[in-house]
Structures are given as C-alpha cells and as structure tokens.
DNA sequence: ACATAATGTAAAATAAACTATACATGAAGT
DNA sequence: ACTTCATGTATAGTTTATTTTACATTATGT
C-alpha cells in the first residue's frame, strides 16, 4: 500500500501530442506499454529518471507533467 | 547494473542551505541517511516522489537539482 | 462475420529503490 | 586520551517500479 502522491499529465498529453497511442508513449521512452498503464491510472510513480525521459519526449519540462499531491494546475 | 543517469547537486545544497547534515536532510524529507548517502554518491537515482520532497525543502524546482545526463548547469 | 488496433485488467517474476543494522574513519572539543 | 558527530562503506532484507504474458472489450474497416 502508501498511497502515490504523485499525479501526472500523461493520458492528456499524449492527445495533445500528436496523438500518441498508449504504445507509442511506452516505445520513446522505452518502457513496456504496462508501464504507461500503470501511470496513467496513478498506480505508482515512475522512477525520476523515467520521468525526465516522459517529459523530454513532450519537450516539456518535468513538473509540468508531474505534480506533487493535489493538482493545482489549470 | 543499469548505470543511473541521474545526476543531482544536493550535496552542494546541503551546504549553501543551512549546514545541513545529511541525517538532518533525511529526517526532513522522510527517509533515512543510507539514501541519501546513495544518491549523493549516484548510485541510484530517488524514485519521483522523493525528488519531489527534496525539492521542497530546498525551496527549488526539481529541476534545478536533478537533471537527466550530463550535469548543463552552472 | 472477420480482422486489426487501442485500451483495460490481472498476476507472477525481476529489478531497482529504500531500510535497518553495523562498523570504521577523521575532525573537533574537552 | 576520550567522546561526540558527520561521513563512508557494506550487506541482507523489504517495498515499489517495471516486465512479461495473457486474455477481455470496444471501435473501425473490409
């Protein structure tokens, strides 16, 4: 258990961005499709190196992704 | 194996922000010394929600204390 | 009706992050 | 000389992230 309190942008993003499919995402970065599953339904944190790799792919920076308890982005 | 990517300055920080020990820095962010012996040697890198703590007690964005590669910074 | 592609879900196995414990070293103070 | 404190190092154990495999569902196209 320990709840996550990281939540993530991801399932947005991958819209906005060129219409990435859930595979797509999981090849760039180079993770299994389960992975972006799992992040996209906030079953964990990705490892910060993961994260950073997410971020890169959308030419975004990180903590625009990625967020700390609550969202408070628009 | 699987060398880490990840680099961080929060052995620089510990000094520039009030002294900190690395103990003092552990309790504040909730874990214990071994891990942050481990990160400011590089041998793994935080999961995100760690990285994320560390930042806040700093005060900075994630990204001014962790980045992905070659450290860019000044 | 059939095939294909995207997604959802689930569970067992491996890898990586993190803890707990323990001991060693060097510096600083008394 | 002794104690205390910060740090270094090591290793076994637990927890969490990630992989692998597998099957189900819904939508789209032919």
Known sequence: MG??????????LRFNHDELTQQQLA???GVT?????????GN??????????IAHTFNLPLEEIFYYGEDTKQ
Chains 1, 2 share one sequence.
């Open 3 to 12: 709840k996550n309190l990281v939540g993530n942008h991801i399932r947005k």
């Open 27 to 29: 090849d760039k970065v």
């Open 33 to 41: 499709r389960q992975t972006i599953v799992a992040l996209e339904k």
């Open 44 to 53: 964990y944190s990705p490892s910060l190196e993961l994260a950073f790799r």
